[in-house]
């Protein structure tokens, strides 16, 4: 079992950079985290993901170029951070871990999800 805990959303204007957090209650070198996001009415999307075996690294088009995903490996946390960002990037954001090297982007291929957290992108 592995517990996720998001943090570091908020309300910010166009154009801003936010990083957000994702403390994990363990580290396993064969998993995979990815970040999801959900905007009113929507889908979860995928947004970026890493594999903790090799870090590498997947994005979303969308993101891609403005958004980076981080590691800290002594501090089990997984950060994504967000520049020049968007009214539409405004969503719930959510970590997510599957017990897999593999980074997917299916939402229901994830296995442990955090609580998420806001990010309101004011134009």
């Known amino acids: 079992q592995v517990q996720l805990v998001e943090s570091g959303g908020g309300l910010v204007q166009a154009g801003a950079f936010l990083r957000l957090s994702c403390a994990a209650s363990t580290q396993s070198s064969t998993f995979a985290v990815g970040w999801f996001r959900q905007a009113p009415g929507k889908e979860h999307e995928f947004v970026a993901g890493?594999?903790?075996?090799?870090?590498?690294?997947y994005y979303a088009k969308s993101v891609k170029g403005r958004f980076t995903v981080t590691r800290d490996n002594a501090k089990n946390t997984l950060y994504l951070e967000m520049n020049s960002l968007k009214p539409e990037d405004t969503a719930v954001y959510y970590c997510?871990?599957?017990?897999?090297?593999?980074?997917?982007?299916?939402?229901?291929?994830?296995?442990?999800w955090g609580q998420g957290t806001q990010v309101t992108v004011s134009s």
């Open positions: 997510a871990a599957r017990p897999d090297r593999l980074i997917r982007t299916g939402p229901y291929e994830y296995d442990y």
């Open positions: 890493l594999s903790w075996t090799d870090g590498s690294t």
